[in-house]
């Protein structure tokens, strides 16, 4: 029997859309589902390495453009955010209540093989190599080819 596909769209760059992309995402692995998840544009923010705001990038606008995005403690929530205060406190509520956080998440994609694609049209743009993104990063590809090795499977994008 073929294992049952599910590739994810990560354009957002907000806190709260990242937790679900990344629930989906574990939730399909856990049940054998194969899973990749392709970070575009804000979504690449989830992949850095350097978690805050910092200046990676080539060209000064590059560097503007990643210092202001940040990473992925900078994420903001998508509604209510107050300042950046509210991931913080939805992450202490998750706590509270013995739900995964995002890190937690995250760990899990990698400990479930989860495929994380970065888009490489989205790095030319903002200056990003490769060795910016998390080392679970497998593959640095183009739409042509992530819908090539998504096909036949549901994509979402979140």
Known sequence: ???????????????????????????????????????????????????????????????????????????PLSRLNFGGVSPVLMTGMMKKSNVATLDELIDAAKA???DFVACEMAMHILGIKKDDLDDHVQSVAGVATFLETSKDGHILFI
Do not use: H, P, Q, Y
């Not at 989906?24 to 970070?39: D, H, I, R």
């Not at 390495?49 to 060209?59: A, E, L, V």
């Open 1 to 75: 029997m073929e294992r049952k596909k599910l590739s994810i769209v990560c354009f957002s760059g907000d806190f709260d859309k990242a937790l679900a992309a990344f629930t989906l995402a574990t939730g399909a692995a856990a049940v054998n589902w194969e899973v990749k998840m392709f970070f575009t544009f804000w979504g690449l923010n989830i992949l850095k390495k350097k978690t805050g705001r910092s200046w990676i990038g080539s060209g000064i606008l590059a560097r503007v453009f990643n210092f202001l995005m940040g990473g992925k403690r900078t994420l």
């Open 112 to 114: 479930l093989n989860i």
